[in-house]
């Protein structure tokens, strides 16, 4: 009768914790932030932008992959600038690279721009937040688009930040919120 009872617990304890296993795009909206409890971080967005449905953007052909997480975007108002985040797995080996080795190495692939968008590279800064969390961040225009793109890194993920402006006043406001992010429980 007890064997019949421990073999009983044990295995509603194995199904639980199935039920509970977490993925990346385990995120949700508080409030003015979307906190994420995989990664244990939260990220506030500046008041000119709104959160906007992930599902409703276009990404690119090959993605989302199993290597690839479409987390969260904001855009200011009706215009299609904003904040997209994603995270990248690292290490993954995909048809066009043999994996993302680190922040430096994901902002080296940003950084091989196409003729046609005209880039110009403004900056190039790496710092640690005021929560300990290491940025890199590649600040650029694209046909004239006030962009930049944040890294950090969280485990065997990257969290990556693509902002992008009508103004760089207002990339400022994206980029100073995007360095602002804090790790949470």
């Excluded at 939260?42 to 906007?52: G, S, V």
């Excluded at 005209?118 to 600040?139: M, P, Y």
Aim: with cysteine; charged share 20%; hydrophobic share 40%.
């Amino acid at each position: 009768m007890i064997r019949s009872v421990l073999l009983v617990l044990l295995f509603s304890s194995a199904a639980s914790s199935t039920i509970s296993a977490q993925s990346p795009t385990d995120g949700r909206i508080e409030g003015g932030a979307y906190v994420n409890s995989y990664f244990h971080v939260a990220y506030a967005w500046p008041k000119i932008l709104q959160p906007y449905d992930t599902t409703a953007l276009r990404f690119a052909q090959h993605a989302p992959n199993s290597y690839e997480f479409l987390l969260f975007s904001a855009r200011e108002g009706a215009q299609p600038h904003g904040v997209v985040m994603i995270a990248e797995k690292l290490n993954v080996p995909t048809p066009h690279t043999s994996g993302i080795k680190d922040a430096r190495d994901f902002l080296s692939k940003v950084e091989k721009f196409r003729p046609e968008q005209h880039a110009v590279i403004q900056s190039k800064k790496h710092f640690t937040n005021g929560d300990g969390l290491v940025f890199d961040e590649l600040d650029y225009t694209d046909n004239g688009i006030p962009s930049s793109a944040m890294v950090t890194q969280a485990g065997q993920f990257l969290i990556v930040f693509k902002c992008d402006a009508g103004s760089a006043t207002d990339l400022a406001l994206m980029t100073n919120s995007v360095a602002a992010m804090r790790r949470s429980k």
